[in-house]
DNA sequence: ATTAGCACTTGGATCATACGAGTGCTAAAC
DNA sequence: GTTTAGCACTCGTATGATCCAAGTGCTAAT
């Protein structure tokens, strides 16, 4: 029944296009009478009835129950954000207000991801989430020690994904600039470009070894290594704004909304969400319930688009609602806020400057 | 008629202790008739009833209306706190449970922080806070200049307070560890200790002079040092479990929790709440109702205690719930909880190691 | 092809009633 | 003097009946 003959003529697509518009703006089920009343349609509701009816059977509208309106499903969602949708103009207004909050604080990717979070729940009064997907161990291809004081030092090591991590490590004996400059050395030589497992206890014990005194600091270094290289970082989910959630009277329901909460905080699923999506695609997805492979979610709709920096997905920001919610704004407002941070990682410095990838040694 | 006459006597604060935690374990007034039949009282419910009326009288309880029965005040929580309730002994099974979590992951405080909010909420079930308050704008003591790559430094600065700060800095020219090092000294003997205010552009241009090329460099990082210099750190908040809050009537109320949640995101106003408290208290504090400044939060209670390491509080976690709340554990698994971040702070090294402190010399 | 008209369905709001839980008070019992 | 039994009274909620408005589907007329 989905998609049968062959789609929409012009005047059932812009019914359709009403009611969705309609329901989204107040949340009720969207009846014939209405849509004559108040509109552009030189119809009456005899005929629009009709109409609906057909949109119903072709699977675009359902009805709760026989004396409501209709509403949009799944499908007629689906529909609109491909073909009828047209994208929203942001007002003076609101680009002003984007533009003034975004240029206020920059700086780490992590800053910026909550930034954007913020920003994007309070433009569209939904929820928002920023995404920042965890790297998958990556080797480290140089280290760098830095004498702080007498005790404590700073490992900083530079990843071959081109970021770059660093620790305080306390040592339990007295720190010279110069024992620090020997331990580089030999940390760059022998522990560089190799893999947690690599490390060996073998290779541990050479180490200390050539560096003779000590292994009260060669130890906690290797450790701390270790844990970096194992780490697998898990990846991080902020949320701004589910507050928001609470004024759409689909999220009534105590129940389900705090099934929804517990998945939203579990990151987990969330997560994975992001990384099921095509790799490639850079435009912004969007998941109408039970596209939604999220179970609590299938309620919902979730609008995300992955960042990227030098060819590399570093986080994603989302935008979380009720299946009607206003796509339009929506999408443009993802679309925006993705591309200002875009143009934010390329202009300022902060995070992997697209480093020893091998796209970018074409220019 | 607060804590007239002078107090309670055995029976009644028996009473009012039974009352309180039949309340608190399933949420509805107490009549007299309950207390009888389910319990140890060898009274009948008229002679409960009259005791009630009297500590009703008293402030220690309160009628929802006349053919309700009795809920404890908020003095009477209080009370109940200060004086009748017993320390919750953990199960064997939640502290094994306590233990196994608290052990996987430590390492860095915004970890182990974020891991205690988690381990507080699961155990509890209701919704855990942790709180790392900002550290007010402190000197830089010291700069290191960290040569990365050809294009991109890493700026160290050691804090006043003992803690370490870096940042990534992109520079326009090509770099050379001999250039960072002349930089690294300039900075030190110009803009180490001094306050944001006081780096002047006359000062800024005197660096760039000494520094002689390059100013495409020294103006990235005086930028970045006078945004860390004003930083105010705004602190941090992260709410973990807050979807256990709707398993209780207390919030079924759509607007006001998303009252409640907008506060909770807000940050700021936990923070406030944190700092407010008498620092030098380090045990748990418990808020209940309109003790609590934030009008948002007045029919919930906040259990919080402030974590130390080396003498500074360096944050705080608490749990939020409504009033009723098994004060008795959530309050013993705060202060466990507290206890068991302090000694793995001790530990492990990781963060400021009391450092530079008037304190802790005297050892 | 469109429209007017009408019978039918149905969820929600409104109202009255009944019920149950709990109290306060008085008078009797210990 | 304290405790208890008994009873009238209060009040919030659950239940059910009724009504209404909104919306539909269908048929017949335009």
Redesign the interface.
């Known amino acids: 029944m989905r998609g049968d003959g062959n789609e929409l003529n012009e005047r059932k697509k812009l019914i359709l296009k009403a009611i969705i518009e309609a329901h989204v703006r107040d949340g009720e089920p969207v009846g014939s009478k209405y849509l004559t009343q108040n509109k552009q349609f030189s119809l009456s509701s005899a005929t629009i009835r009709n109409e609906m009816s057909e949109l119903e059977e072709m699977g675009y509208l359902e009805q709760p129950h026989t004396s409501a309106g209709r509403v949009p499903s799944e499908y007629g969602y689906r529909f609109y954000v491909n073909s009828l949708m047209q994208k929203y103009r942001m007002s003076q207004n609101e680009l002003a207000r984007m533009n003034a909050l975004v240029k206020s604080r920059l ?2 990717v992590d800053k910026l991801l909550e930034t954007a979070t913020q920003l994007a729940a309070a433009l569209t009064n939904y929820t928002s989430i920023a995404i920042k997907p965890g790297r998958s161990a990556t080797a480290i291809t140089k280290f ?1 020690l ?4 007498d ?2 030092l ?1 490992l ?1 090591m ?1 990843m071959a994904d081109g970021s ?1 991590r ?5 040592a339990d004996l007295q720190l010279s600039p110069g024992l620090l400059e020997r331990l580089e050395m030999i940390l760059n030589t022998q522990i560089a470009g190799k893999r947690a497992e690599e490390i060996s206890m073998p290779l541990v014990m050479e180490i200390e070894r050539l560096f003779g005194e000590g292994d009260s600091l060669v130890g ?1 270094v290797i450790k701390y290594i270790c ?1 970096v290289l194992a780490e697998n970082t898990g990846g991080d989910v902020k949320l ?4 928001h959630l ?2 759409y009277p689909e ?2 329901d ?2 389900k ?3 929804l ?2 998945v939203l ?1 579990e990151k987990r699923d969330l997560l994975r969400l992001v990384s099921e999506t095509d790799e490639s695609d850079d435009r912004p997805q969007v998941i109408i319930g039970s596209e939604n492979s999220v179970e609590e979610m299938q309620d919902s709709t979730l609008v995300f688009q992955k960042i990227r920096s030098g060819g590399k997905v570093i986080g994603a920001i989302g935008i979380l609602g009720p299946r009607r919610m206003d796509y339009s704004k929506v999408i443009s407002t993802v679309e925006y806020i993705t591309d200002n941070i875009s143009e934010l990682l390329r202009a ?4 992997p ?1 697209g ?1 020893q990838d091998d796209d970018e040694h074409k220019t």
Do not use: C, D, W
């Open positions: 700086a780490e760098r830095v004498f702080i004081t005790e404590v700073m900083v530079l770059v660093t620790g305080q490590i306390h906690p844990e701004s704004g589910v507050n609470l004024e999220y009534a105590a129940h909304f705090k099934e909460l517990g905080e300022s410095p902060g995070l400057p480093g």
